[in-house]
C-alpha cells in the first residue's frame, strides 16, 4: 500500500466523528484536490461510504466487511509489523510467497495475506486445509537480531499472540499445543509455521505462517479434518470480521516482539505456559523407538519439552513422538 493511501487512511480513521475538508486533506497529503478525490473514489470502490458535504468535506460513515489491503490498513495499531501488505484473492501459499519475497530483500514487517490457498502447508510438509474462504491464511517477515538456536523460540511467541487474539474476540481460551498448534478443546483451531535463512550465527529472515479457522461450519470442514478439527464460529456461534482478527493478531505479535528482544524469552515463555494444553498431565513420548510416560513439566528456556519421567526426573525432550491424544481423538502433529 502507498504511502498516500495510508496517511490518508490514517486522516480519515482519527476524524470519523466529523468532517474533514479536502482542502485540509489535500494540505496535509501535499496532493491536489482532484487527487484526494480520486483516493476517496477508490476507497469506495472498496466498499468504504463516505457522507461528501459541500464546504464541509467528508465524514466516513461505514466500513466494509471484508478482507483488503484497506480494510486491514484501517485500525491496524502497529508501528511497522502490517504497514507493507499484500492482499491476493487467491494463492498456492502465502508462505511460499513471503519466503520467495524476504530472499529478495523484502523489508521486515511484510505481511502477505490471502482469501484462499491452493497449496497451504503446515510443519514437516503436512497439507493445511485452506482452499476456502472462511479462514485467516497469512505469513509475515521479521528479521529478528538473534542467534539462529533461539529461532524456535518465535513459534512459541506467535502461538501466546494468536491465542491472545482468539481469547480477546471471542472470550473463550484456547490451548496451545507444544510446539506449534492451537486447540480449543482437544480439537484444532490454528496451527503455525516458522521457516527462516540463516547462516553460521546470523539470521537473514523469518517467515511466520498462521492459519486460523474463522467462520467455518461442520459441513464445511474437509471430511479429513473434521472429527479433529473446529472454528470460532463452530465453538461460538457467531460470524467474525476476519481482518480485526488479523489486526488483533499483528498487533499482538508486534508487542510481543518487542518485549523478547528487550526482555528475553522468561516473559514469553511464562505467558506460554498460562495457555499450555495438558500441562501438569501425564503424556505419553516415544524416543529412540522406547515408548515412555511422564509428566508435562512445561518449556526450557531454548523452547524444549520437559517432562518429569517415571523416576521422577526432568528430561528435555528434543526430537521425541508425543502422542498428545493417547486418551482423546488423535490428532496428527
Same mark, same amino acid.
Given at each position: 500500500?502507498?504511502?498516500?493511501?495510508?496517511?490518508?487512511?490514517? *486522516?480519515?480513521?482519527?476524524?470519523?466523528?466529523?468532517?474533514?475538508?479536502?482542502?485540509?486533506?489535500?494540505?496535509?497529503?501535499? *496532493?491536489?484536490?482532484?487527487?484526494?478525490?480520486?483516493?476517496?473514489?477508490?476507497?469506495?470502490?472498496?466498499?468504504?461510504?463516505?457522507?461528501?458535504?459541500?464546504?464541509?468535506?467528508?465524514?466516513?460513515?461505514?466500513?466494509?466487511?471484508?478482507? %483488503?489491503?484497506?480494510?486491514?490498513?484501517?485500525?491496524?495499531?502497529?508501528?511497522?509489523? @502490517?504497514?507493507?501488505?499484500?492482499?491476493?484473492?487467491?494463492?498456492?501459499?502465502?508462505?511460499?510467497?513471503?519466503?520467495?519475497? !524476504?530472499? *529478495?530483500?523484502? &523489508?521486515?514487517?511484510?505481511?502477505?495475506?490471502?482469501?484462499?490457498?491452493?497449496?497451504?502447508?503446515?510443519?514437516?510438509?503436512?497439507?493445511?486445509?485452506?482452499?476456502?474462504?472462511?479462514?485467516?491464511?497469512?505469513?509475515?517477515?521479521?528479521?529478528? &537480531?538473534?542467534?539462529?538456536?533461539?529461532?524456535?523460540?518465535?513459534?512459541?511467541?506467535? !502461538?501466546?499472540?494468536?491465542?491472545? =487474539?482468539?481469547?480477546?474476540?471471542?472470550?473463550?481460551?484456547?490451548?496451545?499445543?507444544?510446539?506449534?498448534?492451537?486447540?480449543?478443546?482437544?480439537?484444532?483451531?490454528? @496451527?503455525?509455521?516458522?521457516?527462516?535463512?540463516?547462516?553460521?550465527?546470523?539470521?537473514?529472515?523469518?517467515?511466520?505462517?498462521? @492459519?486460523?479457522?474463522?467462520?467455518? %461450519?461442520?459441513?464445511?470442514?474437509?471430511?479429513?479434518? &473434521?472429527?479433529?478439527?473446529?472454528?470460532?464460529?463452530?465453538?461460538?456461534?457467531?460470524?467474525?470480521?476476519?481482518?480485526?482478527?488479523?489486526?488483533?493478531?499483528?498487533?499482538?505479535?508486534? =508487542?510481543?516482539?518487542?518485549?523478547?528482544?528487550?526482555?528475553?524469552?522468561?516473559?514469553?515463555?511464562?505467558?506460554?505456559?498460562?495457555?499450555?494444553?495438558? *500441562?501438569?498431565?501425564?503424556?505419553?513420548?516415544?524416543?529412540? @523407538?522406547?515408548?515412555?510416560?511422564?509428566?508435562?513439566?512445561?518449556?526450557?528456556?531454548?523452547?524444549?519439552?520437559?517432562?518429569?519421567?517415571?523416576?521422577?526426573?526432568?528430561?528435555?525432550?528434543?526430537?521425541?513422538?508425543?502422542?498428545?491424544?493417547?486418551?482423546?481423538?488423535?490428532?496428527?502433529?
Amino acid at each position: 500500500m502507498s504511502s498516500t493511501r495510508e496517511k490518508l487512511i490514517s *486522516l480519515l480513521s482519527s476524524h470519523t466523528e466529523s468532517f474533514v475538508s479536502g482542502q485540509w486533506l489535500s494540505e496535509q497529503l501535499q *496532493l491536489s484536490r482532484t487527487a484526494v478525490w480520486k483516493q476517496i473514489k477508490q476507497l469506495e470502490e472498496d466498499g468504504y461510504k463516505f457522507e461528501a458535504v459541500p464546504n464541509k468535506g467528508y465524514r466516513l460513515l461505514t466500513q466494509p466487511n471484508k478482507v %483488503s489491503e484497506n480494510t486491514l490498513y484501517w485500525g491496524l495499531n502497529t508501528k511497522w509489523l @502490517g504497514k507493507e501488505l499484500e492482499h491476493y484473492p487467491i494463492l498456492d501459499s502465502t508462505q511460499g510467497l513471503a519466503m520467495e519475497k !524476504a530472499q *529478495l530483500g523484502a &523489508k521486515e514487517g511484510l505481511v502477505i495475506v490471502a482469501e484462499r490457498q491452493t497449496a497451504g502447508r503446515g510443519r514437516s510438509r503436512h497439507k493445511w486445509h485452506s482452499d476456502h474462504t472462511d479462514g485467516i491464511w497469512f505469513s509475515f517477515v521479521i528479521r529478528p &537480531k538473534i542467534i539462529p538456536t533461539r529461532a524456535p523460540q518465535l513459534t512459541l511467541l506467535t !502461538a501466546t499472540a494468536v491465542a491472545q =487474539a482468539i481469547e480477546n474476540v471471542t472470550g473463550i481460551k484456547p490451548s496451545i499445543k507444544w510446539p506449534n498448534d492451537l486447540l480449543i478443546g482437544d480439537k484444532k483451531i490454528a @496451527g503455525i509455521l516458522t521457516e527462516m535463512q540463516a547462516e553460521h550465527d546470523e539470521i537473514h529472515h523469518v517467515v511466520v505462517g498462521i @492459519g486460523l479457522n474463522v467462520n467455518q %461450519s461442520v459441513e464445511d470442514l474437509n471430511h479429513e479434518i &473434521k472429527t479433529i478439527a473446529t472454528s470460532l464460529k463452530i465453538e461460538t456461534g457467531e460470524t467474525y470480521q476476519k481482518q480485526e482478527i488479523i489486526q488483533e493478531i499483528l498487533t499482538n505479535f508486534e =508487542a510481543s516482539y518487542h518485549d523478547y528482544l528487550a526482555n528475553g524469552f522468561e516473559p514469553i515463555r511464562r505467558k506460554w505456559l498460562a495457555y499450555a494444553y495438558r *500441562l501438569g498431565e501425564t503424556i505419553r513420548y516415544t524416543v529412540n @523407538g522406547n515408548v515412555n510416560e511422564g509428566i508435562f513439566r512445561g518449556i526450557d528456556y531454548d523452547g524444549t519439552l520437559i517432562v518429569e519421567n517415571q523416576k521422577q526426573e526432568k528430561q528435555k525432550l528434543y526430537s521425541a513422538k508425543i502422542d498428545w491424544f493417547s486418551e482423546v481423538e488423535r490428532l496428527e502433529d
